[in-house]
């Protein structure tokens, strides 16, 4: 069965950090672009990050440019988000998939119906 499934999140203060990974079974990442995304109740899926199959195209959304950083794990069928300075407005649910080229753009409709999609996992940041 193929699947993503992300990992990392959790509950931390204003100003710290935390690590997400999006991991993959039953197939490889390598050969996809992979973007985060992010969702809060009431509120459209935003996309904040993609990274292309070989790692050279990335992308990021102005509300985390400077903050978040993405990879590719290695080795390791994993891509990873890593996330500084954390702010009370980051609190959502984040998604992982994968989607089409990243000059496509960030937004959620760069998943197509036959991409896939992670669980989501909760990241709350609160003081």
């Known amino acids: 069965q193929k699947q993503l499934v992300e990992s990392g999140g959790g509950l931390v203060q204003p100003g710290e950090s935390l690590r997400l990974s999006c991991a993959a079974s039953?197939?490889?990442?390598?050969?996809?672009?992979i973007g985060w995304f992010r969702q809060v109740p009431g509120k459209e899926r935003e996309g904040v990050s993609c990274?292309?199959?070989?790692?050279?195209?990335?992308t990021y959304s102005d509300s985390i440019k400077g903050r978040f950083t993405i990879s590719r794990g290695n080795p390791g069928n994993t891509v990873d988000l890593q996330m500084d300075s954390l702010k009370p407005e980051d609190t959502a649910v984040y998604y992982c998939?994968?989607?089409?080229?990243?000059?496509?753009?960030?937004?959620?409709?760069?998943?197509?119906?036959?991409?896939?999609w992670g669980q989501g996992t909760q990241v709350t940041v609160s003081s």
């Open positions: 990274i292309s199959s070989d790692g050279r195209d990335i």
């Open positions: 039953g197939f490889t990442l390598d050969y996809y672009a």
């Open positions: 998939a994968t989607r089409g080229p990243c000059d496509y753009g960030l937004d959620h409709t760069t998943v197509r119906p036959y991409d896939y």
